[in-house]
């Protein structure tokens, strides 16, 4: 019963705690570029402003325009239930879960593509072809990682391998586990659009990406947009941490253990994120066209992962 | 020290001199004895003695052409007499090294250190062509050496895994004995062996490794081709028939034999082949040493007495002819200005007694009677054909006609004729000097081992195919 | 167990895998500098591994190759590297024929290879698997980057890297050649590089540029 609790409050964690995550990385960007930047608190703020806006909607735009934000949310929200956080379980958990987690982040970027092309916009229909290409390039290397890890652990569901993982040695790193970090590191970048694939920040026609697709977009549908982005952000650094770093989450079900997973975990997090700060703001953006080549590196390490697995199988 | 270009030619004179004559002492020495050691890392043996006396000849008539030679050579950096001699003696002290180096670590430091001390001989006039050429056969030879590195430390694992004391198990004569306890470990053997022929295959310039070897040939102040036609390709022939007798007395001779003969008519017939279409006479001559340099492996690998005598015989005849050659070609480019064969008509009427020593070493080299080459020649072909070994025969005696064609038509392009040079303003003529003493031995030499080998040639010969059987 | 002897242990058992790493980014890698710094860390990892090898073994000797390694290849050669490549002033990029995604995929290819390789004389050598497949790898990336890299000073790397593989190759098998031969060895090498750093001055005054692929006088 406590454990089932749990398994919602980690869940309602990644889904709340998620615009303040975006807020921090902001803060740090700007602290990095030494502005005084906005406060960690501005995108519950911004999220609460979008949800008291009128919507406006262009008039050729049909059912799924309205819809889509809506099901990307819904989408994204459920993939959060079926990570483990404070402890090696989830709220929901399946073998083979690990497929399901990646189609539910392919369905809600499917209708955010489908939301934008209905939209009427040029900017909607050139935002979404880009983005299908992305996806279609980064959804290979990260079935291929997650596959990686499933055949090491011999199970296919997420909270299984961080409790495999967390049996084993911490100083035994595999192989199969830095390849697949690295190709996972990659694929996190394009997935939730951040530098050097995407800018989140820019409205810059020739290089935005996912900001193409949302330009039609206002009040609350737009809010939700943000709100899954957000997410989906919080969702791929945890799945990092929950199948390459899971030490730390409490293996029992008692306060303090949750208290101090808790505490490690935040600290994990504060690491990723200071990482991916300190990268937004000394790389550049990549050309489009050089973002396929970006990701075919992911998805050679990630093949390499797999392959690894069966040679250094002991 | 050194200022002047005739105070740094006659020290380099003098030193050849003592240097021929201390070679002279050692390969004496050697062959009462049979065999000699100096310390942990020196030893020689009859085959030692006999590609010491081939370098001794040959180093001391490239010294005696360059002296003359060297005259017109502008003075820029890492571009003087002083350089040239300095990098030439490390040269020849590098590849004596190769010879007597009993370990064969050190032999690879050595016979890196050959590329090393070369490779700036090989860019010494700075051009484009020279400089291209350089970075080439420094790069090109490096890599092949790392591999044969590679290959030489396989042999040191098979030989410490077989028992020997790690000290020992580098030394060729330590190896050569070890015999049936190498036996162990074919797998090894062999891959070491493949990578060894690959990284000195590449100082032979045994195609496909010969990329850079027409290239480094055709760019060198001539002497400098002569050396490295003449001595360094032996010495890198040198390393590998160590190497072949160690894997032929531990897992029989049939592998290492087998890829000797395979590279070495491959070489022969690309060489022959692309002997054809060459435009540039230095050009020519470096396709010949790869040609030379496969029949020379062929018969290694057809190994029996006569094969390896015959081989042997033809490293030695080789370096001669190939040295004429080269020293006539310098002559060319030196007067003429170009060695471009389509520049060269009428080349006869200019440079009459160049043009008659390179006629004189057109067929020494295509293996014509009375020179040394047709006994060698003829002695490696006897020895396939009394193997019926119908296919190195048969590549061998295809190519030597296509050669022969090849060169000829070159050559008969080159020196008759009326001349287009006679049209330009400068006039040029043979300049008789030290250049023609050098060509003059080579010539004597060839004609000499043509008609019969001296005896103490032959006895040195004889003791380097025994150390062989 | 001691805490000496633990690290020695991982750092022996981790040591192929840095090794991949290091292998895998140069061959994204688009700057020379990028390579040099990357080889500058595969040469620590080496030195490192001589260490811990030396600690295991109780060998004497390998505390000098060690301190050769990391004076030499750690500091020495990236120094100098990055010494000419400021005098050179000329672009950085490597001049990759092949892009930084194919590469990878290649060298991911090479790797497999390796190990394929590595299991055909597993019988007659007695060395781990993975760290004699590193051995092969890093060879197989040197002659790689050689081939698909057209400035000089990538070349020269290529060749660096190379060395490194057959240095490692030795050291598992064998524990390192007699020290006097591996002395020298180094010092070819050092040479030889020195060599090549004129060549590649009078390569940019020739030429104009550092692009060796476009050395196309002699042909033939």
Same mark, same amino acid.
């Given at each position: 019963?406590?454990?089932?609790v749990?398994?919602?409050?980690? !869940?309602?964690?990644l889904?709340?705690?998620?615009?303040l995550?975006?807020?921090?990385?902001?803060?740090?960007?700007?602290?990095?570029?030494?502005?005084?930047?906005?406060?960690? *608190?501005?995108?519950?703020?911004?999220?609460?402003?979008?949800?008291?806006?009128?919507?406006?909607?262009?008039?050729?735009?049909?059912?799924?325009?309205?819809?889509?934000?809506?099901?990307?949310?819904?989408?994204?929200?459920?993939?959060?239930?079926?990570?483990?956080?404070?402890?090696p379980?989830?709220f929901l958990?399946?073998?083979?879960?690990?497929?399901?987690?990646?189609?539910?982040?392919?369905?809600?970027?499917?209708?955010?593509?489908?939301?934008?092309?209905?939209?009427?916009?040029?900017?909607?229909?050139?935002?979404?072809?880009?983005?299908?290409?992305?996806?279609?390039?980064?959804?290979?290397?990260?079935?291929l990682?997650?596959?990686?890890?499933?055949?090491?652990?011999?199970?296919?569901?997420?909270?299984?391998?961080?409790?495999?993982?967390?049996?084993?040695?911490?100083?035994?790193v595999?192989?199969?586990?830095?390849?697949?970090?690295?190709?996972?590191?990659?694929?996190?970048v394009?997935?939730?659009?951040?530098?050097?694939?995407d800018?989140?920040?820019?409205?810059?026609?020739?290089?935005?990406?996912?900001?193409?697709?949302?330009?039609?977009?206002?009040?609350?549908?737009?809010?939700?947009?943000?709100?899954?982005q957000?997410?989906?952000?919080?969702?791929l650094?945890t799945?990092?941490i929950?199948?390459?770093?899971? *030490?730390? !989450?409490?293996?029992?079900?008692?306060?303090?253990g949750?208290?101090?997973?808790?505490?490690?975990?935040?600290?994990?997090?504060?690491c990723?994120?200071?990482?991916?700060?300190?990268?937004?703001?000394?790389?550049?953006?990549?050309?489009?066209?050089?973002?396929?080549?970006?990701?075919?590196?992911?998805?050679?390490?990630?093949?390499?992962?797999?392959?690894?697995?069966?040679?250094?199988?002991? | 020290?050194?200022?002047?270009?005739?105070?740094?030619?006659?020290?380099?004179?003098?030193a050849?001199?003592?240097?021929?004559?201390?070679?002279?002492?050692?390969?004496?020495?050697?062959?009462?004895?049979?065999?000699?050691?100096?310390?942990k890392?020196?030893?020689?043996?009859?085959?030692?003695?006999?590609?010491?006396?081939?370098?001794?000849a040959?180093?001391?008539?490239?010294?005696?052409?360059?002296?003359?030679?060297i005259?017109?050579?502008?003075?820029?950096?890492?571009?003087?007499?002083?350089?040239?001699?300095?990098?030439?003696?490390?040269?020849?002290?590098?590849?004596?090294?190769?010879?007597?180096?009993?370990?064969?670590?050190?032999?690879?430091?050595?016979?890196e250190?050959?590329?090393?001390?070369?490779?700036?001989?090989?860019? %010494?006039?700075?051009?484009?062509?020279?400089?291209?050429?350089?970075?080439?056969?420094?790069?090109?030879?490096?890599?092949?050496?790392?591999?044969?590195?590679?290959?030489?430390?396989?042999?040191?694992?098979?030989?410490?895994?077989?028992?020997?004391?790690?000290e020992?198990?580098?030394?060729?004569?330590?190896?050569?004995?070890?015999?049936?306890?190498?036996?162990?470990?074919?797998?090894?053997l062999?891959?070491?062996?493949?990578f060894?022929?690959?990284?000195?295959?590449?100082?032979?310039?045994?195609?496909?490794?010969?990329?850079?070897?027409?290239?480094?040939?055709?760019?060198a102040?001539?002497?400098?081709?002569?050396?490295?036609?003449?001595?360094?390709?032996?010495?890198?022939?040198?390393?590998l028939?160590?190497?072949?007798?160690?894997?032929?007395?531990?897992i029989?001779?049939?592998?290492?034999?087998?890829?000797?003969?395979?590279?070495?008519?491959?070489?022969?017939?690309?060489?022959?082949l692309?002997m054809i279409?060459?435009?540039?006479?230095?050009?020519?001559?470096?396709?010949?040493?790869?040609?030379?340099?496969?029949i020379?492996?062929?018969?290694?690998?057809?190994?029996? %007495?006569?094969?390896?005598?015959?081989?042997?015989?033809?490293?030695?005849?080789?370096?001669?002819?190939?040295?004429?050659?080269?020293?006539?070609?310098?002559?060319?480019?030196?007067?003429?200005?170009?060695?471009?064969?389509s520049?060269?008509?009428?080349?006869?009427?200019?440079?009459?007694?160049?043009?008659?020593?390179?006629?004189?070493?057109?067929?020494?080299?295509?293996?014509?009677?009375?020179?040394?080459?047709?006994?060698?020649?003829?002695?490696?072909?006897?020895?396939?054909?009394?193997?019926?070994?119908?296919?190195?025969?048969?590549?061998l005696?295809?190519?030597?006609?296509?050669?022969?064609?090849?060169?000829?038509?070159?050559?008969?392009?080159?020196?008759?004729?009326?001349?287009?040079?006679?049209?330009?303003?400068?006039?040029?003529?043979?300049?008789k000097?030290?250049?023609?003493?050098?060509?003059?031995?080579?010539v004597?030499?060839?004609?000499t081992?043509?008609?019969?080998?001296?005896?103490?040639?032959?006895?040195?010969?004889?003791?380097?195919?025994?150390?062989?059987? | 167990?001691?805490?000496?002897?633990l690290?020695?242990?991982?750092?022996?058992?981790?040591?192929?895998?840095?090794?991949?790493?290091?292998?895998?980014?140069?061959?994204?890698?688009?700057?020379?500098?990028?390579?040099?710094?990357?080889?500058?860390?595969?040469?620590?990892?080496?030195?490192?591994?001589?260490?811990?090898?030396?600690?295991?073994?109780h060998?004497?000797?390998?505390?000098?190759?060690?301190?050769?390694?990391?004076?030499?290849?750690?500091?020495?050669?990236?120094?100098?590297?990055?010494?000419?490549?400021?005098?050179?002033?000329?672009?950085?990029?490597?001049?990759?024929?092949?892009?930084?995604?194919?590469?990878?995929?290649?060298?991911?290819?090479?790797?497999?290879?390796s190990?394929?390789?590595?299991?055909?004389?597993?019988?007659?050598?007695?060395?781990?698997?993975?760290?004699?497949?590193?051995?092969?790898?890093?060879?197989?990336?040197g002659?790689?980057?050689?081939?698909?890299?057209?400035?000089?000073?990538?070349l020269?790397?290529?060749?660096?890297?190379?060395?490194?593989?057959?240095?490692?190759?030795?050291?598992?098998?064998?524990f390192?050649?007699p020290?006097?031969?591996?002395i020298?060895?180094?010092?070819?090498?050092?040479?030889?590089?020195?060599?090549?750093?004129?060549?590649?001055?009078?390569?940019?005054?020739?030429?104009?540029?550092?692009?060796?692929?476009?050395?196309?006088?002699?042909?033939?």
């Open positions: 019963m406590m454990g089932f749990i398994n919602i409050v980690q !869940m309602l964690l889904v709340l705690a998620a615009p995550l975006r807020g921090i990385i902001s803060k740090l960007k700007a602290w990095i570029q030494k502005r005084q930047g906005a406060s960690v *608190w501005r995108p519950y703020a911004n999220l609460w402003k979008l949800f008291h806006k009128e919507e406006l909607v262009p008039n050729t735009a049909t059912l799924i325009f309205r819809s889509a934000p809506v099901v990307a949310f819904a989408a994204t929200v459920v993939a959060a239930a079926f990570l483990p956080v404070l402890h379980a989830a958990t399946l073998d083979g879960d690990i497929f399901l987690f990646v189609y539910l982040l392919a369905i809600g970027r499917f209708a955010m593509s489908l939301g934008a092309l209905d939209g009427g916009s040029s900017f909607g229909g050139m935002g979404s072809s880009r983005e299908a290409l992305v996806a279609a390039l980064a959804e290979a290397p990260l079935f990682v997650l596959t990686a890890l499933a055949i090491l652990a011999r199970t296919g569901s997420l909270s299984e391998i961080a409790a495999w993982t967390i049996r084993q040695n911490f100083f035994d595999s192989t199969v586990h830095l390849l697949a970090l690295a190709a996972l590191a990659i694929v996190a394009a997935e939730t659009g951040r530098i050097p694939v800018n989140p920040t820019t409205h810059l026609e020739l290089t935005m990406i996912h900001e193409a697709m949302v330009l039609e977009y206002s009040g609350p549908s737009l809010a939700l947009i943000e709100w899954s957000a997410i989906k952000l919080n969702l650094a799945l990092m929950g199948l390459f770093a899971p *030490w730390g !989450m409490s293996l029992t079900v008692t306060p303090l949750l208290a101090a997973a808790l505490g490690t975990y935040a600290l994990k997090l504060a990723l994120v200071i990482g991916l700060a300190v990268v937004e703001s000394s790389v550049a953006k990549l050309r489009m066209y050089a973002v396929p080549d970006f990701l075919r590196v992911a998805s050679a390490l990630a093949i390499l992962a797999v392959i690894f697995t069966a040679i250094t199988k002991r | 020290m050194f200022k002047s270009r005739r105070a740094a030619t006659s020290f380099a004179l003098g050849g001199i003592l240097e021929v004559l201390a070679l002279a002492l050692a390969v004496w020495r050697i062959s009462r004895t049979s065999s000699l050691e100096l310390g890392y020196l030893r020689a043996d009859s085959l030692t003695a006999f590609f010491l006396v081939n370098l001794g040959v180093f001391f008539l490239v010294l005696l052409y360059s002296t003359s030679y005259r017109h050579i502008p003075a820029g950096r890492f571009s003087s007499p002083r350089w040239f001699y300095s990098l030439l003696f490390l040269f020849l002290f590098s590849i004596i090294a190769v010879y007597l180096a009993g370990n064969l670590g050190f032999l690879w430091i050595m016979m250190a050959t590329t090393l001390a070369s490779a700036l001989l090989v860019g %010494f006039y700075n051009t484009e062509g020279a400089v291209e050429a350089g970075w080439k056969y420094l790069i090109v030879c490096t890599v092949g050496l790392a591999f044969a590195l590679f290959g030489t430390i396989v042999f040191y694992v098979a030989a410490v895994h077989a028992g020997l004391q790690p020992m198990a580098l030394q060729w004569y330590a190896l050569a004995h070890a015999g049936k306890m190498l036996a162990n470990s074919p797998a090894l062999k891959l070491g062996f493949i060894l022929l690959v990284g000195y295959g590449t100082k032979i310039g045994l195609v496909p490794m010969h990329s850079w070897l027409p290239d480094a040939h055709a760019e102040p001539s002497p400098v081709s002569a050396m490295l036609s003449a001595a360094l390709l032996n010495c890198a022939v040198y390393a028939i160590r190497y072949d007798a160690i894997t032929s007395n531990a029989g001779a049939t592998f290492s034999h087998r890829l000797f003969i395979f590279f070495g008519a491959a070489s022969v017939f690309v060489a022959g692309l279409v060459q435009k540039d006479l230095k050009r020519l001559l470096a396709y010949s040493s790869v040609e030379h340099m496969g020379i492996a062929t018969g290694l690998g057809l190994g029996g %007495f006569f094969g390896i005598y015959g081989a042997l015989l033809h490293t030695f005849t080789h370096s001669m002819a190939k040295s004429l050659l080269f020293f006539g070609a310098g002559q060319v480019r030196e007067m003429v200005g170009t060695s471009k064969i520049m060269l008509k009428g080349l006869a009427r200019q440079l009459p007694w160049t043009s008659a020593a390179l006629v004189v070493g057109l067929i020494a080299i295509v293996g014509l009677p009375p020179f040394g080459l047709f006994v060698s020649e003829f002695s490696i072909l006897r020895e396939a054909f009394s193997q019926r070994h119908w296919l190195a025969a048969l590549v005696l295809t190519t030597l006609s296509i050669v022969f064609a090849a060169m000829t038509f070159h050559f008969l392009k080159v020196l008759p004729g009326s001349s287009q040079m006679a049209e330009s303003k400068t006039a040029v003529s043979d300049r000097g030290p250049e023609f003493v050098a060509m003059g031995i080579c004597a030499v060839l004609i081992l043509g008609l019969s080998i001296p005896a103490p040639l032959n006895y040195l010969l004889k003791a380097a195919v025994a150390v062989l059987q | 167990m001691g805490l000496f002897e690290a020695a242990a991982k750092m022996l058992s981790s040591a192929a895998m840095l090794l991949f790493g290091t292998v895998l980014l140069m061959a994204t890698a688009k700057r020379i500098s990028t390579c040099v710094y990357l080889f500058a860390c595969q040469s620590a990892i080496l030195t490192a591994e001589v260490v811990a090898a030396g600690y295991v073994q060998m004497r000797e390998a505390y000098i190759i060690a301190g050769m390694v990391l004076l030499v290849k750690v500091f020495a050669i990236p120094f100098a590297l990055l010494w000419l490549m400021k005098k050179l002033r000329t672009a950085h990029d490597v001049g990759a024929s092949l892009s930084p995604g194919y590469s990878v995929f290649v060298m991911s290819g090479l790797i497999i290879l190990f394929a390789a590595v299991r055909l004389y597993l019988i007659e050598l007695h060395a781990t698997e993975v760290i004699l497949a590193a051995a092969v790898a890093l060879i197989l990336n002659a790689f980057l050689m081939v698909t890299r057209s400035k000089a000073l990538m020269m790397m290529g060749l660096l890297v190379l060395e490194n593989g057959i240095f490692l190759a030795a050291l598992v098998t064998t390192g050649m020290l006097i031969i591996e020298g060895i180094v010092f070819d090498l050092l040479i030889g590089l020195f060599l090549m750093g004129i060549f590649v001055f009078r390569i940019r005054d020739t030429f104009d540029h550092l692009d060796v692929s476009r050395l196309r006088g002699l042909r033939g």
